[in-house]
């Protein structure tokens, strides 16, 4: 079995159907992150206000002292600018702020011209009054470092205060900006988020994708039912979950279409002995095959059920019939074939396991077990089989050979991809004819609900089918 190439493809109208059918989920993740962004905007994020102190560096006549109208060179103007970050300037600015040269020199930007030397220093702090005071006193401290050393002497040159800070101005965070990030990236984490969900997901999400993969056509789907769901949930570890529909047209319609696609599917060599499996337990395999074997004794075919699930086995609780007597007594000639067939209230006669064996695959591969198969069908329209699920054990593989059909249950979103396939590779490996996929706990829809009302369950204890054993062995 090979896996359709196509199905590591992604369409673009694949893509726009993801996100809307995912558009809640979508949503909620935009609300909550663009909700943290109005509390980080408005709450967290703190305000920044700068000022502006503009000055000039003029040159000077070194004999007289006084300014002349001359531009200072690009050497004097950026020797300049860089003494405003200089140690020397920042230290009494910064002491006098209760502030270290280094938490100064990052709220400091400098900027000049060399065309006509000026030089702006632009102060950012948490508070605007506090941003106007730094930037006039860095001129003041800048000015006096000047005067005190022999820089204007040695360039020519001299600073003029052309434009003292006045007033802080807000600068950030730029709320609009910042409320449009948030809600931009709540959309795209979102659909993030759906992506992941939905292409890059293990398990099965559609009935296309199912036969894409497995490569096999899918012969029926059933939908979950949620409230039974929960309640199997409730007991798992605990008990096995089976279930039987109650016996009515409507009821038994989806099981009708299994069956017919069944039947129709190969007209001319009729499968007539049909095994039921899996890959996993709990992917309702037995539930399948019990409702299925009902339906048909309702549309007056005559059904037998072979329970060979000999390990943990179950259609004795689901049929109500005594578990005892079974096909390992038949197989080991302790009973006839009239006395391993039970006839149950839901007009489907049983073959239950019997007691419990150490190698169940003696049994499977006995001589007695293919002639009761070959005198069953003599007598019945259908022979069903139930076997553990397929990477369990050897079992179902070793059953697959014998019988004319098998049909592979797959529990959407449920079962691993690579589980479903790796089972029903195994199933082919040994020559297996597989009929179809069954899905089963497929997402409801309304037209699902149709055919989906009336349920009632049975529920199988595990510690009691334990202890059964115990006293048969």
């Known amino acids: ?133 730094l930037a006039n006193e860095l001129f003041d401290s800048l000015e006096t470092f000047l005067r005190e050393t022999s820089i204007q002497e040695y360039y020519g040159c001299a600073v003029v205060e052309s434009s003292p800070a006045t007033n802080g101005v807000y600068t950030s965070p730029n709320k609009v900006l910042y409320l449009a990030i948030f809600l931009l990236g709540g959309i795209v984490v979102g659909c993030i988020a759906v992506y992941v969900k939905e292409f890059c997901s293990t398990k099965f999400k559609s009935k296309s994708e199912v036969e894409n993969y497995l490569g096999e056509k899918v012969v029926g789907i059933f939908v979950d039912d ?75 075919q005559k059904v037998v059920v072979i329970d060979m699930d000999m390990r943990k086995p179950i259609m004795h609780k689901l049929f109500r019939v005594p578990r005892d007597n079974g096909i390992i007594e038949y197989v080991d000639g302790t009973c006839g074939r009239e006395d391993i067939i039970k006839h149950s209230e839901y007009g489907v006669d049983v073959i239950t396991a019997g007691k419990k064996v150490i190698n169940p695959v003696v049994i499977i591969e006995s001589v007695g077990f293919r002639k009761l198969l070959a005198e069953l069908l003599d007598n019945y329209d259908y022979v069903l089989v139930d076997t553990p699920p397929a990477l369990a054990c050897s079992d179902a593989c070793s059953i697959a050979k014998l019988c004319d059909g098998v049909i592979f249950n797959v529990a959407m979103s449920d079962v691993k991809k690579k589980k479903a396939a790796a089972a029903l590779q195994s199933l082919t490996d040994v020559g297996a004819h597989i009929i179809g996929i069954n899905i089963t706990k497929a997402v409801a829809t309304k037209q699902d609900d149709y055919y989906y009302d009336d349920k009632y369950y049975i529920s199988v204890d595990a510690s009691s089918e334990e202890e059964d054993g115990a006293k048969e062995s």
């Open 1 to 133: 079995m090979e896996n359709n190439k196509n199905d590591d493809v992604i369409r673009l109208g694949d893509i726009f159907r993801v996100l809307w059918k995912n558009i809640i989920l979508i949503a909620v993740i935009t609300a909550v992150i663009f909700v943290c962004g109005i509390v980080y905007t408005f709450a967290i994020a703190k305000p920044q206000y700068s000022a502006v102190q503009s000055f000039v560096v003029a040159t000077r006549d070194t004999s007289t002292g006084n300014i002349t109208s001359g531009t200072p060179s690009t050497t004097v103007i950026n020797t300049v600018s860089g003494l405003v970050t200089e140690n020397n300037v920042l230290a009494p600015v910064a002491q006098a702020n209760d502030l270290t040269a280094g938490q100064l020199k990052d709220m400091i930007t400098v900027s000049s011209a060399t065309n006509n030397g000026i030089i702006r220093v632009t102060v950012e702090s948490g508070s605007a009054e506090l941003s106007v005071k």
């Open 226 to 300: 949620t409230e039974k769901g929960k309640k199997s949930r409730e007991r798992e570890g605990e008990r096995r979950h089976v279930e039987l529909v109650k016996p009515s047209i409507r009821n038994y319609e989806p099981y009708n279409k299994l069956f017919t696609n069944i039947k129709y599917s190969n007209v001319d060599n009729p499968y007539r002995i049909i095994m039921i499996t899996s890959s996993q337990e709990r992917e309702l395999k037995s539930s399948t095959l019990g409702n299925f074997a009902c339906c048909m004794a309702f549309n007056k």
